[in-house]
């Protein structure tokens, strides 16, 4: 039953690990408009209801938080981030898969 479903897990884990975010990073970069005019509204304080911020609302409610937290200029880090963690958890998982260490038991 697992060598049937072995395929299955390594197709959802490169989806949910490179697809996904992938396709975030595609999105936002060719919006790349809209998230700089919505991280500039939200330096300035403004932009939280369509009032102020009529073009890019529903943006701002859909996508703010993949980029909300860094300077305008810099809106894909958040991926640089996710990147880095990424190689720490393969390193630290490869260092721990050593044959003569595996339980045959």
């Known amino acids: 039953m ?3 479903l072995f395929p299955f897990g390594v197709g959802t884990l490169c989806v949910y690990t490179f697809a996904l975010p ?7 970069r060719k919006n790349k408009e809209a998230v700089l005019h919505d ?8 932009g939280d ?13 859909a996508w703010s938080k993949l980029y909300s937290n860094y300077i ?10 996710m ?12 260092a721990g898969q050593r044959p003569e260490r595996v339980d045959r038991s």
């Not at 992938?22 to 936002?28: C, K, P, S």
């Not at 991280?39 to 403004?46: D, E, F, H, N, V």
């Open 83 to 94: 990147g880095r963690k990424c190689l720490i958890a393969v390193s630290f998982g490869a």
């Open 49 to 61: 209801d369509r009032l102020s911020n009529p073009k890019y609302y529903d943006w701002r409610r």
């Open 22 to 28: 992938g396709l975030a990073l595609w999105h936002l």
């Open 2 to 4: 697992q060598v049937f």
């Open 39 to 46: 991280q500039l509204l939200r330096a300035k304080g403004t």
């Open 72 to 81: 305008p200029s810099r809106w894909y880090w958040e991926w640089a981030i």
